[in-house]
């Protein structure tokens, strides 16, 4: 018999199935297609008459449902069980254990599904609850490719199913490190297929010991070194055929390098994504950036930008504070990863003064306002300038107040003495070549001493008329340097010192005709 009572009303009997396969269709106006099954079901009766208890386990249970065209969920365990008890009213506890789920809708496989569960009548309707319940989260990706995060855990997943609707709770932590990240709630409602999953991580403070690949791959190579908090809030919204995510991520202060500009300190701001998945945004993303020092250093930056899919990154505008100017970036697009790429720096109403103060060149005074460009071309060992200019725009003067000239003579001293307080009109610089390697650079300026009289009688002695000083002797100074160049701080400072712009050697060796041109 399936199940009998003795003489003293002990209930004993129990039953096996073998294979279960059930057809059906899910509840709701879609009804899709489902089937449940289990290798096998096994049950045993006990208690006594109007007591009476049912100990159920089921080996290899699935569920399957036809969700859409070409969508299938799949609900695997490796054991199920249920222990019910039916008197005046009923209840059934029971555990689950190593279970997995697909679904092409999501961006990774769910498995090691466990916990307990318990369903039980509140006030006249059926309630059933999960209590410690995990999972083990794992993204997909080609064998070629990064995956989007790095596998995490969902646990002390608390569950509640009541009315036809689900509502959860739990902690989201990255597997390895061993790291709680976020906090998560989520609704579904069973007859509408539909719900939504809410994620937030207020405190997430990045250091040695947490860094951004270890949440996603797709971080690596990218950044290191990143210091400092942020915080993540990130949904998933579904139906019968779609599933959207989006997120709202915020810096507060991070510090981080990269692999060509090993200083980015205090970014602050807020980014939304509008696909999590994809990585994208919104056109109009702002980010704020305290330092920047590529080799010359940059501060209070403002960055407009959007992110596309693959990786790619448009630039719509990236402005930085220096030397009282301005440097920015054309707009561009830019692709994380690739071999090559492309960008276009400019520089506008940069005061000389402050320029030397910010570059800490020694022995030299100047005023005036520079501007120019640096087309760039940057590999993944290379940054090359090609045809690089920086103008004065205007005239200015410099003084030169080192000891370079003191020893020299001839045309060379000359050089150095106009130069302690030199008006000029035009000053010019271009630039082409390898900024790792050697640089092409052309220099021109031309103008006239000012200030103290220059003594010409080195280079232009009259006889019988002894000593010659003038002032407002014009110059035009045209140099060609080709030379290693380890950072733009070097090409600035190449642009302003004049000491670094005269050759003793070569201007020992030139006649001057005090009739003749200006010297060069």
Known sequence: ALIAADA???????????GLALNGRMAGPEGQPARVSARRVTG????????????LAADSPALHIDMAEERDLDLVMARLTADARIDDSWRVEGAFERGGLTDPTLPGGVSAIAGRWSAAPEGDRPVIRVSAGEAMLQADAASDERPLFNPMRLVDVEAVLRDGEISAQGALLLNTPTHQLARFTAAHDISEGAGRADISAPDIVFSEGLQPYDITELARGVVENVRGPASIDANAVWTRETFQTGARVRLNGISLA????PVIENVRGEIVFDDLFAMTTAPGQEVRVGLLNPGVAVENGRVRFQLLKDGAISIEQAEFGFASGILSMQPEIITLGEDETEILLTLRDVDASALIATLKIPD??????IEG???LRLTRQNAFVN???LRAAGGGRIAYTGAAGEHTEGVTRVAFDALRDFRYEVLSLTLDGDLNGEIISDIEFTGENVGEPLDLSPIASLPGVGRVTMTGVPFRFNVKVTAPFRS??????TIINPGSLIDPER?????VDPEGEPPR
């Open 8 to 18: 003293r009303g002990r209930l004993d009997g129990g039953f096996s199935i073998q």
């Open 258 to 261: 990269s692999a060509t500009i």
């Open 44 to 55: 045993r009766f006990g208690g006594v008459e109007g007591d009476v208890l049912l100990a």
């Open 373 to 375: 460009s640096f087309p």
């Open 387 to 389: 045809n690089g200019v």
């Open 488 to 493: 733009l701080a070097q090409t600035a400072a």
């Open 507 to 511: 201007l020992r060796q030139e006649e």
């Open 364 to 369: 030299l005074q100047a005023t005036g306002r």
